[in-house]
């Protein structure tokens, strides 16, 4: 019997579910079905391009009195139409969501369809903001009832079957013994999609630096780039991405750090402070640049948009510098999937019902390759500092019920900090609980007249099923934000189009610690977060931010 008679040849898949089920609508092709038709958008061959009014208020305290002064800002934006050939390059590719990620596209790709013991399963993307969920785009007038739109069809984005994949990874397994070794996918998936997999090959080699991992993770590191000269490493990935670019015919490369968590790296004035500074840390091999931010720098120099999926401080000051005198993306920091969005959700639901959060004690235990290597505790506060800031913007928002820093109290002090609730994250390793991880979350709040509320939530997820749909959408987000530009359309202005600012927080929502433009508070409220992104894709096809104050449903 021939293999592909097992369903296992290269031409997978040979099931007779094949074409039983249609394709997901998460993974159709659906066009740009969006035209908006107004003074404030026009279209051409190549671009869209709109007109912004972006509105806010300047706020002055005077003796205790609010003078709100409300402000306009008149902006375009222009969309280039055509969607870049992308590939996606992740360091940490033989790993779990690398892996898991490569075979699901796959999956999609060819519609490979599988037995569980729930019965038939179809490939879908399910997880993905951008494939999975909708916006309101208005109302339908003879009916009065919402209209939605996948949040993909807003604008043109690149579809996740068509990304090219590739990548770095310290261990050399194949990328099929890389899935089954990882034991997240269904094993009927794996048997069918594994010929693919296979003949993506292994993993290119990649940066392995002992003191920035956890020591349990020496065994796997088979396949690293040889040496100790940093620079020599740099030139070695920037040529990877080259190479990886011309092979393949691409337009563009996202390179996303998907690897293990490091520990924080030491900001030392000269070292990486300042992108000069940086560079020459590099060529001098200072012990203090780690893996995560050679490959930040590679990317960052050969003009490619870079995500930091962990929550280590790749973005060292250096990094931020590079990227803005180079004007090349970059995003961050650390995969929100689980435990951290729903935290951003139910901490801003209490404290927007002006119930007082006094402490939040956050426990999981999981037992994958990332829990094994948050085993080790420098890795661990890496992670525990990015679950740790999630609920700080919510607290400062609300001085009712917190009292605000003081000016001018000392450092380091609560006062200089602010009334805070006690927050606590624990994260243990687990190996028999694999790729599930569980979670507990105990709100303990004051609620009127001195009373107390305890709310207990338990979560188990599988970690890696979570976060590979994340991926995806801050991949495509990247993609897209590099064709999108501006310019001030003030009247007496004569700005040309120009990139968008290279920190890219408007990847926050997927984001536990996002990165932001230097001098700017960060938005943790996974609904600020949502409602931003929104309100930019709709700017850029001339329409307004969401509205739910539905006037018409309001008055005579």
Known sequence: MSSNANGTGANTPASQLESVLPIHPTAARRGNPIVVQSDLTSYTNDHIISKFTNRGADVAVVEGQYIVTPTTKQYEFQTERKVA???????????????????????????????????????????????????????????????????????????????????????????????????????????????????????????????????NQEARADNVVPGTDKQAHLEHLRADIRRFKEQHGLDRVIVFWTANTERYSDIIPGVNDTADSLLNAIKTSHSEVSPSTLFAVASILEGEPFINGAPQNTFVPGVIELAERTRSFIGGDDLK??????????????????IKPLSIASYNHLGNNDGHNLSAEPQFKSKEISKSSVVDDMVAANPLLYKPAQPGAPKGSKDAKGEHPDHIVVIKYVPAVGDSKRAIDEYYSEIFCGGRSTINIFNECEDSLLATPLILDLTILAELLTRVKYRDASPNSKAEFAPLYPVLSLLSYMLKAPLVKPGTDVVNSLNRQRNALEAFLKACVGLEGSSDLLLETRIW
């Open 85 to 215: 050939k992308t590939g996606l390059m992740m360091v940490g590719w033989g790993g779990n969501n690398g892996s898991t990620l490569t075979a699901t596209i796959l999956a999609n790709r060819h519609n490979i369809v599988w037995q569980t013991k729930n019965g038939v399963q179809q490939p879908n993307y399910i997880g993905s903001l951008l494939r999975a969920s909708t916006i309101r785009l208005g109302t339908d007038p003879s009916t009065g009832k919402d209209i939605y739109v996948p949040v993909s069809d807003v604008l043109p984005m690149v579809h996740p079957n068509d990304l090219v994949l590739g990548g770095w990874d310290i261990s050399g397994a194949r990328m099929d013994e890389a899935m089954s070794r990882a034991q997240v996918l269904d094993y009927d998936l794996q048997r069918q999609v594994a010929p693919h997999m296979a003949e993506l090959g292994a993993p290119l080699p990649s940066i392995y630096y002992p003191d920035f991992i956890a020591a």
């Open 337 to 354: 999937s689980g435990q951290t969005k729903l935290k951003s959700v139910f901490a801003e639901f209490l404290v927007n019902a002006g």
